[in-house]
């Protein structure tokens, strides 16, 4: 079974900076690609930013310049600085990624429970 387990949210000032960290486990041949996506109370969910490798990455414009996207072989990191209170929700790590099977490398998409992020003073 694959797992997405996010970590590294909580409360903020506006103006501040939090991390975010996402771990993938289970039996997985590949992670092709990795995001971030988050929800708002009452809205709804929405892509943040995007990962294919460092050379390939994209971001929602209301995050550009504030955010930044990394990973490595089976994690992906959000770097969150000059926080707002607009930044606020709850946010899920998604990944594309291949698993085995009797036929051979399937596609599966997996999604993480959420973390929540509060930018707030």
């Known amino acids: 079974q694959v797992q997405l387990v996010e970590s590294g949210g909580g409360l903020v000032q506006p103006g501040g900076s939090l991390r975010l960290s996402c771990a993938a486990s289970?039996?997985?041949?590949?992670?092709?690609?990795m995001a971030w996506y988050r929800q708002a109370p009452g809205q709804e969910r929405e892509l943040v930013a995007h990962?294919?490798?460092?050379?390939s990455t994209n971001y929602t414009d209301s995050v550009k310049g504030r955010f930044t996207v990394s990973r490595d072989k089976w994690n992906v990191y959000l770097q969150m600085n000059s926080l707002k209170p607009e930044d606020t929700g709850v946010y899920y790590c998604?990944?594309?990624?291949?698993?085995?099977?009797?036929?051979?490398?399937?596609?599966?998409?997996?999604w993480g429970q959420g973390t929540l992020v509060t930018v707030s003073s």
């Open positions: 289970g039996i997985i041949i590949s992670i092709d690609a």
């Open positions: 990962i294919i490798s460092a050379a």
């Open positions: 998604y990944a594309d990624v291949k698993i085995p099977s009797l036929t051979g490398p399937r596609d599966f998409k997996v």
